[in-house]
């Protein structure tokens, strides 16, 4: 039976992610929660699971993360090793009230944002690394937010969550890159706008589809793992192609795109119902229902990945 540990894994995506590797793949579940209550309470909602084992972590703190590990390592069996490391836990800078406008973010939020989105990755991989197998995965959740040609990207807003967001993804390549030789892959991940406390409960997407793109990452090219690298929904999105190529070829396919829209506009102006009119404008540009400029780069992305 393998092992995966997952931080965060008392709600939202990363219980999703318990559910399933326990459940569908039959491993067995280290579930990190920055609280024992909170991981227990889920677990009980499971029915309460053997393959399921509540770890209390919060990666906020580095002394925290060790006695996490020492816990681990009391509760593992005498030869387990790790085979997948899920660095699930995040914080963002918006809540009820709505963002945090840019010169408003207190430094201190930020600072704290950072220990939790970035530098808890480097702080779990270096504290658990002698019980990640030699092979093994080590997956960070990222997000679009971090993307430079995210739509959010030039709003004065996410400064926090965005900005720590995009530095994973440089995180992730140092990591794999320090890991080279004892063939660890490691990579980034974004699970999409997934309905989950963080995101908020308006988002697209079930926190078990964001969970399905977290697994596909876990899982890419066994024999020869990509690593450093970011990906959704098991596609590469290069966050590190030359720039003047991305500006070249994307301003064509926006210009195609448009063009597109103008003929198919004139095709659905007699569907009376605004939602079924986009569903279907959406399905004959086959694009999502959503059409934001940032999928329109993730559809070409996919054409030079």
């Known amino acids: 039976m393998k092992s995966i540990f997952i931080t965060g894994g008392n709600k939202g995506i990363g219980l999703a992610l318990c559910k399933k590797f326990a459940f569908e793949y039959g491993y067995k579940v280290y579930m990190g929660s920055r609280k024992l209550d909170n991981a227990m309470n889920a677990l009980k909602v499971l029915n309460n699971p053997k393959n399921i084992i509540p770890i209390t972590i919060d990666v906020e703190n580095e002394e925290l993360i060790k006695k996490a590990y020492e816990e681990f390592l009391e509760k593992k069996g005498k030869d387990e090793k790790l085979f997948i490391f899920i660095n699930n836990a995040g914080m963002a800078d918006w809540d009820s ?33 002698e019980s990640i197998e030699n092979g093994g995965r080590i997956v960070n959740v990222s997000g679009g937010s971090g993307e430079l040609w995210h739509f959010n990207a030039e709003k004065d807003q996410q400064i926090g969550y965005a900005s720590s967001k995009l530095a994973l993804l440089m995180f992730t390549k140092k990591i794999s890159a320090a890991l080279r030789d004892r063939h660890i892959a490691v990579n980034a991940v974004c699970p999409d706008w997934c309905k989950t406390d963080l995101a908020g409960y308006d988002a697209t997407y079930t926190p078990e589809y964001g969970a399905e793109s977290i697994i596909e990452a876990c899982f890419l090219n066994n024999d020869d793992p990509p690593t450093g690298k970011y990906f959704r929904r098991g596609i590469r999105i290069p966050v590190d192609v030359v720039p003047s190529k991305i500006d070249m070829e994307y301003v064509e396919l926006k210009n195609r795109n448009e063009l597109a829209e103008q003929y198919i506009n004139k095709l659905v102006w007699w569907i009376p119902v605004k939602k079924l009119r986009n569903q279907f404008r959406n399905k004959l540009l086959g694009r999502p229902d959503q059409t934001r400029p940032d999928l329109i780069c993730r559809y070409y992305f996919r054409n030079i990945a």
Do not use: C, Q, W
């Open 97 to 129: 009230h709505g963002a945090i406008k840019t010169l408003d973010m207190p430094i201190e939020y930020l600072d704290r944002m950072f220990r939790v989105n970035v530098f808890s990755s480097l702080i779990t991989t270096r504290t658990f690394l």
